[in-house]
Nanobody, 121 residues
Framework: QVQQVESGGGSVQSGGSLRLSCETS????????LTWFRQSPGKERVGVAT???????TYTDSVKGRFTISRDNAKNTLYLQMNSLKPEDTAMYYC???????????????WGQGTQVTVSS
């Protein structure tokens, strides 16, 4: 069952920027670890950025310094600001949530349907 809805994907040229959003009305984002994952064709789904229940953020090495994860608790919205995009960032991006009041597990149970990001060289 889809719990979150992602938006903001699209096609950009290398070096461009996009901001992804993830919203839900099913629960409060504030009490959940939230993760942006991505999956390219033929590759495994990987975690890109995480914001834990204590607001600690982590990033995979390939996006450090370029991507920023944040959340607006008043709007119950998660964001992923992506700058200096590269063709290798091309993927379907998913927002996922862990169970409430639990630190990030790496295997969140609640997923959205994804939004496509395509970066051309």
């Amino acid at each position: 069952q889809v719990q979150q809805v992602e938006s903001g994907g699209g096609s950009v040229q290398s070096g461009g920027s996009l901001r992804l959003s993830c919203e839900t009305s099913a629960y409060s984002f504030q009490t959940h670890c939230l993760t942006w994952f991505r999956q390219s064709p033929g590759k495994e789904r990987v975690g890109v950025a995480t914001i834990d229940i204590d607001e600690v953020t982590t990033y995979t090495d390939s996006v450090k310094g370029r991507f920023t994860i944040s959340r607006d608790n008043a709007k119950n919205t998660l964001y992923l600001q992506m700058n200096s995009l590269k063709p290798e960032d091309t993927a379907m991006y998913y927002c996922a949530a862990d169970r409430p009041f639990q630190h990030c597990s790496g295997s969140p149970p609640y997923w959205g349907q994804g939004t496509q990001v395509t970066v051309s060289s």
